[in-house]
Structure formats: structure tokens, C-alpha cells
């Protein structure tokens, strides 16, 4: 057997010679298939030979599942999570719902409520229009929420949203 590829250098070389003997001895063009087969084989061993390290396909290994990391009530100490890398809350949820509840609500002359936390101002204010009787807004630090809520509940969940957002990363 003939060595086809011993003067390639590169692998574009070793392409370009391959083409050259494809052309003149596959069996489409008056070639063998005995011949064709040991060209084809020739060709892999020498495209394994000048393949760069780098350049080889790795080893397939199965993907692996990282492993779980358990939410913890109680917060951590300020440091940054090894899975995403924005802080950790300071305050565990629980703990700013806790005092959440534990704030009264102060009734305001025009029907509206009031709460003030950790110099949050939340006010919830009632809709104006005869139309949507019993709807509220979230008004947050003087700013809007963007919706009205159709009941009390989602009106006063949607505000604890809000606080819960800006506090959570703040020493209380």
C-alpha cells in the first residue's frame, strides 16, 4: 500500500491531496472500491496523526446535576452564593414578614392606610373611580406601583413585594 499522505505537513495539505485522489480513483470516475476504501482509511489515520492535541475531541463524560443547595430560614451571613453571584439577603424573608405583620396600619383621613417601615412610607390608597369600587394602589416611597390591585390582599402583598425588594440586602 502506498503511502498517499506522507508529504503533508498540514492538515489543509492532507484535505487537499485527498481531493486530488478522490478525483482519480473513486469509482464514479473509472476508480475501485478496494482502492477508495484504503484511501479513506489512509486519510483518517493521517487527519489523527496531524490533528493538534487542542484540537482532538474530548473524552464524552455524562453531565452532572450540580449539587443542591438547600434554602436556609435563617440568614446567612453577607457573603456571595457559590451558585449565583449576587449577595445574599441579610434578612431572611420570614423575619421582614414577621415585622411586616407586626406594623398596624395607620388609617388616613381620605379612606386610604398607611405603614411605615425602616423609613419606608407604604400607603394604600383606594381607587377613585365609582367604576372599580374596591380596587387599590400601591403608593411606595411617593412612587406608584404601575397597577391597581382588585383586593386588599393583592394590594398589601404587591406592597410587601416592594419593601421586601428594597430591604433585603440592607443591615436593619
Known sequence: MADWFAHCR??????????????????DHGGSTEMMQRINVAYERVKQRLA???????????WQRPAR???R?????RASSPVDHEPRPVHSRA????RWRDTPWQPLPNGSKQRS?????????????PRFEGAWFV???????????????EAERAAFELLYEQVKYREL
Open 10 to 27: 498540514t492538515l489543509e495539505e492532507a484535505r487537499l491531496e485527498y481531493r486530488r485522489l478522490c478525483f482519480e480513483h473513486h469509482p
Open 52 to 62: 493538534a492535541p487542542h484540537l482532538r475531541p474530548a473524552s464524552r463524560s455524562r
Open 69 to 71: 443547595v438547600r434554602p
Open 73 to 77: 430560614d435563617v440568614a446567612p451571613e
Open 95 to 98: 423575619y421582614i414578614e414577621r
Open 117 to 129: 417601615l425602616w423609613g419606608h412610607t407604604i400607603v394604600l390608597l383606594q381607587h377613585p373611580s
Open 139 to 153: 403608593l411606595f416611597d411617593n412612587n406608584f406601583s404601575p397597577y391597581f390591585y382588585m383586593t386588599w390582599d
